[in-house]
Each structure stands twice: as structure tokens, then as C-alpha cells.
């Protein structure tokens, strides 16, 4: 099981690198346009919300899978496996991939 400490401080410098503002304080995440792309689970987990091929592609070449959050698979979410966890610089490209992915989706509505 990750460190989740650990996890939030590589989170919160992979988020400042890609210049992506971190939100909350129990659930910690990342949004835009009224869409969530990132966040951390009680586990320490880091989920990031991506296009279906580029979720195939990591899958694939990492081994991440689906992300799980309060009992609940996250829809366009993988998991980054640990050895994703140790390239900085790949998570930062992937949040500014997420962070294109969500802005071209409608505006989420409030709740």
C-alpha cells in the first residue's frame, strides 16, 4: 500500500510543475470546468482521468488499472502503479493530459 503522505507530497509537486492548482484537504484532487481529473484516495492511491486509449496505453505499457475512491471505480480514471509513481515528470504530463481532456468535455453542472 503507498505511503499516502508521500503520495500527496509527489502529487502536490507533480501539480505545481504542471502549474495545476491542488484542491481540497481529506479528498485531495485536481479540477476544471466542472470536472474532477485527478485525485487521491484514502489508500494513498493517485487516479488520474484520461481518454479511453490513453488509458489502453498505460494499462498496457505500466500495468495501471482502474482507480477505485470511496468503494467506487472512477468512470475515466487509472491508477498509477508504483514504479508511475517514481517519474515525476510523467505525472505532471499526465495531469496536463487530463487537464485537456476534461476542459473539451461540456461544463459539469453544479451541485
Keep these: 500500500m503507498p505511503d499516502f503522505d508521500a503520495t500527496l507530497a ?3 509537486r507533480a501539480c ?3 502549474e495545476i492548482p491542488r484542491k481540497g484537504k481529506n479528498l485531495v484532487y485536481t479540477s476544471a470546468n466542472g470536472h474532477m481529473f485527478s485525485q487521491m484516495n484514502k489508500a494513498g492511491e493517485l487516479g488520474i482521468r484520461l481518454p479511453k486509449p490513453r488509458q489502453k496505453e ?3 505499457r505500466h500495468g495501471a488499472g ?3 475512491s470511496y468503494g467506487a471505480t472512477m468512470r ?3 491508477c498509477l502503479t508504483d514504479a508511475m509513481l ?3 515528470a510523467l505525472i505532471a504530463g499526465l495531469l ?5 481532456f476534461v476542459e473539451a ?3 459539469g453542472k453544479k451541485k
Excluded: W
Design 10 to 12: 509527489l502529487y502536490d
Design 16 to 18: 505545481s510543475a504542471a
Design 58 to 60: 498505460l494499462g498496457e
Design 66 to 68: 482502474p482507480f477505485k
Design 76 to 78: 475515466d480514471y487509472i
Design 86 to 88: 517514481e517519474d515525476e
Design 96 to 100: 496536463k493530459e487530463a487537464l485537456v
Design 105 to 107: 468535455m461540456p461544463p
